[in-house]
């Protein structure tokens, strides 16, 4: 309604472990922006504490309505407003991760994807996976109702086997990525960089413990 784009990029402004700090959960959530695709806290472990696993309104949002709408005084022109704009883009979000946006539309950036969070992919989905096999061994009795037949425990396994194949592509990005960091000219610093070869180690490492070695606990 208020014109926000989808900041895919917003949920890499906050660490993994991060993510299973109450504290901090309580305080900044798992994602500095609703308008990312973050639908839940996968990374948080039984025994956490953490209660509130959904996304709220973050500090990226808040900076965003201020940009695009904060009243300007004293310019002549849209000229002069930009270079306003640029200022405080300077001075008050570029050195701030959470404020940083990351669009939804690059296909090479692995920290810009929809439904991922964290700043590690690889290091977030071993947690999204520890909670998936829990979830596996209950599906049968969660699912379970008198008189019924499979059907919810099938729906039920294979949005377990989505949000699987999730994980894995957000791994995948990591291989051969390419970051794009928005930059205004004067900045004078690299837009494009390549994908730091510890995280693609890291993501080919995950891709062989997680499938090219059978994931055996899926198909019981």
């Known amino acids: 309604t208020l014109g926000l784009r989808h ?3 917003a ?3 906050t660490p993994v472990e991060k993510l299973r700090d109450k504290e901090y959960m309580e305080k900044y959530g798992h994602t500095s922006s609703i308008m990312d695709y973050a639908r839940f806290n996968y990374v948080a472990q039984p025994g956490d504490g953490i209660t509130n696993l959904f996304p709220r309104i973050g500090e990226y949002d808040d900076w965003a309505i201020e940009w695009g709408y904060k009243s300007i005084h004293n310019t002549r022109n849209e000229h002069e407003d930009a270079l306003i704009l640029n200022k ?3 001075e008050k979000a570029f050195p701030n991760r959470r404020l940083w946006f990351l669009t939804e539309i690059n296909p090479y950036d692995p920290r810009a994807q929809n439904e991922d969070i964290g700043d590690n992919a690889m290091k977030a ?3 999204g996976i520890k909670n998936l096999k829990l979830i596996l061994k209950s599906l049968p009795e969660w699912t379970k109702e008198e008189g ?3 059907e919810m425990l099938k729906e039920s396994y294979e949005s377990v086997v989505d949000q699987f194949r999730r994980y894995i592509g957000h791994v995948s990005k990591n291989i051969g990525g390419i970051y794009e960091t928005p930059k205004s000219m004067d900045q004078n610093l690299p837009v494009y ?4 070869s510890t995280l693609q180690k890291e ?3 995950f891709i062989s413990d997680h499938v090219f070695t059978t994931p ?3 198909i019981d």
């Open 7 to 9: 900041n895919f990029g």
């Open 216 to 218: 055996i606990w899926i």
């Open 203 to 205: 993501a080919v490492k």
């Open 125 to 127: 989905s071993e947690y």
């Open 148 to 150: 019924e037949d499979f």
């Open 193 to 196: 960089e390549t994908t730091p």
């Open 88 to 90: 405080w883009y300077k």
């Open 11 to 13: 949920t890499t402004a």
